[in-house]
């Protein structure tokens, strides 16, 4: 099971989300997210066993292997145009994509990626937005799932039991500010993801 929290910028924020549960920590290496890091900082925050995840939006694969490299991560989560094709070859893939009411899982059935991560509309935002998604159309899919998208402490469980996925991941809506956790938003999301979830 995966509770990840994405959009670390800090220490003192992976310490307190690893502390609360937290099973991934997502770094976004996308330049115009208010939540990028470099690869020299992201390399600097330690995370204590929880796996470390790189957000990407369209980027070359070698400089995809490249960060990775310097950031000791784990796994490269794809929120581009990418298709497999452009998955980086020596690292695990979470492809992303934003689920509409139309949304077909067909699209991914050659992908080679451990996990589809479902996220909800951001209109010209690449995740961070805010915005949950119809939960019960992940319940009919094949694919490993971690859900995103407007999850909070307060509507996590019901997501769990709609969409039935292998993780959780939250950002925007356990910040006090674009990149800076709310350590108690945090804590409150992952202990109810945590009991939802059986983790």
């Given at each position: 099971m995966i509770l990840k929290v994405c959009g670390i910028t800090t220490q003192w924020d992976a310490d307190a989300a690893i502390a609360a549960g937290a099973t991934a920590i997502g770094f976004n290496f996308y330049p115009k997210s208010p939540r990028f890091v470099t690869p020299e900082i992201a390399a600097a925050i330690t995370t204590k066993g929880?796996?470390?995840?790189?957000?990407?939006?369209?980027?070359?694969?070698?400089?995809?292997e490249e960060i990775a490299r310097i950031a000791a991560l784990d796994v490269a989560q794809l929120h581009g145009d990418e298709g497999p094709g452009d998955y980086p070859g020596a690292l695990t893939v979470w492809k992303a994509a934003r689920v509409t009411p139309n949304f077909d899982f067909a699209q991914y059935d050659e992908s080679p990626a451990e996990a589809l991560l479902l996220d909800g509309p951001a209109a010209e935002l690449y995740g961070g937005a805010g915005h949950t998604f119809d939960w019960t159309l992940a319940a009919a899919s094949s694919h490993r799932i971690i859900v995103a998208g407007g999850l909070d402490a307060s509507n996590v469980a019901r997501a769990v039991e709609l969409a039935h996925p292998w993780g959780v991941d939250s950002c925007s809506r356990i910040e006090s500010?674009?990149?800076?956790?709310?350590?108690?938003?945090?804590?409150?999301?992952?202990?109810a993801a945590k009991a939802a979830l059986g983790a």
């Open positions: 929880a796996r470390r995840v790189g957000v990407f939006v369209n980027e070359r694969p070698a400089r995809v500010a674009p990149g800076k956790k709310d350590i108690q938003k945090m804590t409150d999301f992952l202990h």
